[in-house]
Each structure stands twice: as C-alpha cells, then as structure tokens.
C-alpha cells in the first residue's frame, strides 16, 4: 500500500506544499472569529487612521483660528488696561482704591513692593465698577451663588460661648427716668407700651452665602450681613477702666456699644454659626468699672425689629436705628430728649450701600432701599465746626452734608464721614458737653442729641492725634460717650484706644472755630 493510500483509510490526507506552509503559519498566528460583530471591529480598525488624521487636522485648524481670534483680543486687553486712566475709587465698595506704592528698598528685597504693585494692578483696573456690576449680573441670570463653596462654619467661625465675666460690678441701664424738664409729648411717647415686634431669629428664610456674606430673603425683600464669631473685648475695657482711672469723678462716662443686624436678622436655620452679641455686651458690663455706665442699645432696638432700623444694602444702622439708640443713652444720661415727630425727614431714594460691594450679589443691587435721616427743630440755631485730626479749625458748615452719588454714599450724610473732629454748638444752656468717641456707626447719633447738650464733640478712635485725656479736660467736656459697632469694640479698631490716652501727652489744645460765621 502506497503512502497516499495509508493516510486516506486513517482519515488523514497528507497536505500538499502549499497547505503545509498555510498551517504553519496560522499555528504560529492567533484563530480569528470572522462573526459579523469581530468583522466590524476590523473594519473600523482599518478606518482608524483616517479619523486620526481627520482629528489631527481638526486640531490643528482649531489651534490656528484660537491664535488668530486669541492673540487680538489679548492685544485689545492690554490696550484698554494702559491706555483708559485706571480707577481710583469704587463707588460700589465706598472706599479709595489702591495707590501706587512708594519705592523701598528693604520692601523690594522682602517681595512687599512687587506684591504691592500686583495689588494696585489689580485692584484700579479701568472701569473696575462698571465690570464688577457686569460681572455680578451675569451670575444672577444664571442664579450662580456661592452658598456651596463655602463652609458656613468657616464664615466668621463657629460661634462661642462669651468668656465667664471677671468682674460683677452692677452698672446703670436704660432704666433712668428721665428730667421732669422733658416735654409733655415725649413723656406721653414714654408711657406707651411698644407693640410686640416680629422674630426674625425664630423664623427660617432662604439665604445664601456671598464673599462671607449672608444674603437673606426676609419680607420680599433681600438683606446683607455679617457674622459675629466672638472676641474677649479685653481692649475695650482695659482702655475704658484706664481712662476713668484718669479723669475726675464728675466726668460721666458711658459705654454702648452698638449690635450688628445679624443679632436681630438672622434665619432660624443658620443661628448656630453666629455669636449672641446679647451675652457679650452683658460680659462687657460686668468688667467695666462702676464709674461707667452701660447703656443697653439691643434692647432698645429689639423693640422695633419690624421697621428700618438697619440698611438692608448698607454695613451700618438706619438713621431710625441710630435714633432709638440716641434716645436709649439720652434717658440713661438724664438729658432731654425730643421725639421723632419734632424731627424733619428727608429721604434718599434707591440707595445701594457697601454690601453690595461686599457680597457681590446682584440681588441687593437690585433692591434698592430708601435712606431716611432726620433734622432736629433746632437745626437752624446750632453750629458745626471741622478741625483736622489734630484739632486745627477748618471751617463752620452744614452737619447734614449733601453727598455726591447719594444713592451709593447716603450714609456720608452726617457731616461727610470720619477722618476729621467735628463740633456742635447748639442753643442749649444746660452747661453739658458730650464728646463722643465712635467709629462710623457713631456719625448718626449726634444729630439726635443738639436739643440734649450744649456742645458736642465727635472724634473718631481710629484717626484722633490728640491726647484724649488732655482734650477732655481742656475742652470741659462733661459727659463722655464710647459709640461702636460691635466689630470695632471686639475686633482691630479696639487695640488702637490705649493709644489715645498715651499720644501727644502735655500739648495745649486751642479751639480756634471762627465765631464770626
């Protein structure tokens, strides 16, 4: 039997040549499966580097069109920043913007100067309002807020507990009756009991939370504030026992310190993330000295929570406020005091203050508020006189100033704001002398208080030059009042007062104010 033959009966054909090689070279290459579904991957695979290319082309024309579209814009920017005059102030942020930096070696070689110049780079560039405006609509269209990228905890921080009270000396309260000289009208006002006012703090409203700022909707209306996270206030008091420490009994000093909005403002649902300005202030009480008086502003205030006693839009108090707190001290000083129906108002429409500046939300740009001040019956028969920082006479002038913008700077209205001494001469004869020493908070009171002392000094804690000790004793000033905010009382602004009492010791202080005017 030939070998043809043998491989036939066993089943097996001996393979040729051609088919010897064939199989050698399939062992040697995977099996493939010729499905339909593996017969598309290989025709896609085929096709791949023709889309490749298609994308390398894509890519390469995207690149072109963004440099030709990329290269004249930065052109344009860069334009525009050198040669439109840069901004220096920011009507919406009511401050001065950045000034150049002066060149200093030693801030050269630390990285402060360059820094610096960064700064004011950034901060004055062309038109900065009008792009922040432009900036701040565009997220309100698209409702963008920043409520989920801020730790609500971590806005002023969680709130703490008031340090355990280290003196519990008793001081005198809002209780003082005040002088039977006080008119019949303001007395009949008096003996009204106040109409229980709303809780905002017992209520939950929507809020969002913009630059650290809590926006709340309350009443159809949008409200900016900030947080109260707490402090020691260790400043304030030493600087206040000191002072008394240093002047004759029969100066009378008073502290009131004035709340933020959030103590009365502030949603149910976001309570827990600020301090009770409440339990501070009465902590303060007690470790001040019993020869000053604390005069409780809160709880006068919290008796007309439901009227506008706080901007909306602003950082400060409303005129309104600042009267219900004037009238607060007034009893505690036992000094007249006229009603508000005596007083004149004047309103300023569609006011927008710092917190839009602030927040940067477009809904408080959007809600305008009215800013009403008022005008004592008195007016016409008092005086007002401006001195530098170092009391040097400027001149004699209007205390209620009329402002440019006053829908952005409505508050400037008293006396056109803070770097300066002022002083009231009104036609009381009653041989008192107030001086006040305030941040900007204090800048509505005195208005309150020209039919209550014979002269009002206004000094700012944060620009005054001369020795306070000294200007107190020399002016004959009878009666000393302490106005903030609470953020002055417990923050920066209370570390500079020891320095009012060390500065400039031993000068003559001369009032020189033209009595001619």
């Known amino acids: 039997m030939d070998q043809h033959q043998s491989d036939f009966n066993t089943g097996k054909e001996k393979p040729t040549g051609a088919e010897s090689l064939q199989k050698k070279n399939a062992a040697a290459e995977p099996l493939q ?17 023709f889309n490749s290319y298609k994308r390398s082309t894509i890519r390469q024309y995207s690149s072109t069109l963004s440099l030709f579209i990329l290269v004249p814009v930065f052109a344009l920017l860069t334009l525009f920043i050198w040669v439109f005059p840069r901004s220096t102030k920011s009507e919406i942020e009511n401050r001065n913007l950045d000034s150049f930096p002066q060149w200093n070696a030693a801030d050269y070689f630390s990285g402060k100067y360059t820094a610096s110049i960064n700064h004011w780079f950034t901060d004055t560039v062309p038109f900065r309002d009008a792009f922040k405006n432009a900036g701040n609509s565009f997220k309100g269209m698209f409702g963008i807020s920043s409520e989920n990228t801020v730790n609500v905890k971590d806005v002023k921080g969680k709130a703490k507990e008031p340090p355990k009270s280290r003196n519990k000396n008793t001081t005198v309260q809002t209780s003082s009756t005040p002088e039977a000289s006080q008119t019949e009208q303001s007395q009949k006002e008096e003996s009204q009991q106040p109409v229980p006012q709303k809780d905002y703090r017992a ?3 929507d809020y969002n939370i913009e630059n650290g700022v809590v926006v709340v909707q309350q009443d159809g209306h949008y409200r900016a504030m900030e947080l109260f996270g707490g402090g020691t206030g260790d400043a304030y008091v030493d600087s206040l026992n000191a002072l008394r420490s240093r002047l004759d009994s029969s100066i009378k000093m008073y502290s009131m310190i004035d709340p933020l909005p959030c103590e009365f403002y ?26 000053i008086v604390s005069v409780d502003a809160l709880s006068a205030l919290a008796l007309h929570t439901e009227e506008p006693i706080y901007c909306r839009t602003d950082h400060h108090w409303m005129p309104l406020g600042a009267y219900y707190a004037a009238e607060a001290f007034a009893k505690t000083a036992q000094v007249d005091f006229k009603p508000l129906t005596t007083f004149k108002p004047v309103t300023i ?16 740009k959007n809600d305008p508020e009215d800013f009403t001040y008022y005008i004592p019956d008195n007016y016409d028969q008092c005086k007002t006189d401006f001195y530098d920082t170092a009391f040097d006479f400027d001149y004699t002038g209007s205390f209620f100033k009329e402002v440019g913008d006053p829908q952005s700077n409505a508050y400037l209205t008293f006396f056109g704001g803070d770097e300066q001494i002022v002083k009231v001469r009104t036609n009381v004869k009653n041989g008192r002398k107030l001086l006040e020493v305030k941040d900007s908070y204090g800048n509505a009171l005195p208005g309150y208080l020209m039919n209550s002392f014979e002269e009002i000094y206004i000094v700012d804690m944060r620009y005054f030059q001369c020795n306070l000790v000294d200007f107190i004793q020399q002016m004959g000033v009878t009666d000393v009042l302490f106005s903030m905010a609470t953020f002055s009382a417990f923050g920066d602004n209370s570390y500079g007062l020891p320095e009012l009492m060390n500065q400039a010791q031993g000068m003559t202080i001369v009032d020189h104010y033209n009595d001619g005017e």
């Open 33 to 49: 499966d010729h499905s339909p579904v593996t017969e598309q991957a290989s025709q896609a695979k085929e096709k791949k580097p």
């Open 203 to 205: 209520l939950d409203a």
């Open 266 to 291: 502030l949603p149910a649902n976001f309570s827990e993330n600020n301090a009770s300005q409440k339990a501070y202030f009465e902590d303060i009480a007690d470790r001040l000295d019993n020869g």
């Open 349 to 364: 429409k569609d006011f927008v203050g710092t917190m839009y500046g602030f927040s940067g939300d477009i809904n408080i």
